[in-house]
T-cell receptor
Framework: AQSVTQLGSHVSVSEGALVLLRCNYSSSVPPYLFWYVQYPNQGLQLLLKYTTGATLVKGINGFEAEFKKSETSFHLTKPSAHMSDAAEYFCAVAAPGNNDMRFGAGTRLTVKP | DTGVSQDPRHKITKRGQNVTFRCDPISEHNRLYWYRQTLGQGPEFLTYFQNEAQLEKSRLLSDRFSAERPKGSFSTLEIQRTEQGDSAMYLC???????????FGSGTRLTVV
């Protein structure tokens, strides 16, 4: 079975500062990993995904994440936070061929001016 | 392509009433998923369809819940005899078979009073 743990339910950064949102996964098979963003009263929007190949994945809005098998991690980063980045971020894991995508509990990102 | 559409956006119902939600996926996506999201939590998998066939159901989906996708296009999720614990955001997502990375709708927020 797959699962993810997001470390820190709330993260606060200043505008222009580095954003780092942490995600660790558990999977019995090589996982597919995802980051989604959710704005208030909206659905989830895919930021980026890792399936196979390059372990550093670039996504939309300047975000990127690195798959580190040895650390079972898939942390999300952005060099410089923007006010519009304030939202809820979800890490998710799925096993190839399995349709049960498991989400973490989410991290709420606040960006201070 | 207008993305995944869900209707209604909000539903308030009295305990014991039946409710039905609709999801219109992206037209070329053959897989459709229903998730439930409660406050402060990540989405939880409920069920999924490949074309018109319902292939997987979570144990979260009690007998009061039923989902259909009669022609392999839109889907409905019905909750019978609603309970206060059913209050949540119900999210629909779709994807095509070859690519992971679900496209989510904006969700239907159900409040049972």
């Amino acid at each position: 079975a797959q699962s993810v743990t997001q470390l820190g339910s709330h993260v606060s950064v200043s505008e222009g500062a580095l954003v780092l949102l942490r995600c660790n996964y558990s999977s019995s098979v090589p996982p597919y990993l995802f980051w989604y963003v959710q704005y208030p009263n909206q659905g989830l929007q895919l930021l980026l995904k890792y399936t196979t190949g390059a372990t550093l994945v670039k996504g939309i809005n300047g975000f990127e994440a690195e798959f580190k098998k040895s650390e079972t991690s898939f942390h999300l980063t952005k060099p410089s936070a923007h006010m519009s980045d304030a939202a809820e971020y979800f890490c998710a894991v799925a096993a190839p061929g399995n349709n049960d995508m498991r989400f973490g509990a989410g991290t709420r990102l606040t960006v201070k001016p | 392509d207008t993305g995944v559409s869900q209707d209604p956006r909000h539903k308030i119902t009295k305990r014991g009433q039946n409710v039905t939600f609709r999801c219109d996926p992206i037209s070329e996506h053959n897989r459709l998923y229903w998730y439930r999201q409660t406050l402060g939590q990540g989405p939880e998998f409920l069920t999924y369809f490949q074309n018109e066939a319902q292939l997987e159901k979570s144990r979260l989906l009690s007998d009061r819940f039923s989902a259909e996708r009669p022609k392999g296009s839109f889907s409905t999720l019905e909750i019978q005899r609603t309970e206060q614990g059913d209050s949540a955001m119900y999210l629909c997502a779709s994807r095509n078979q070859e690519h992971y990375g679900y496209t989510f709708g904006s969700g239907t927020r159900l409040t049972v009073v």
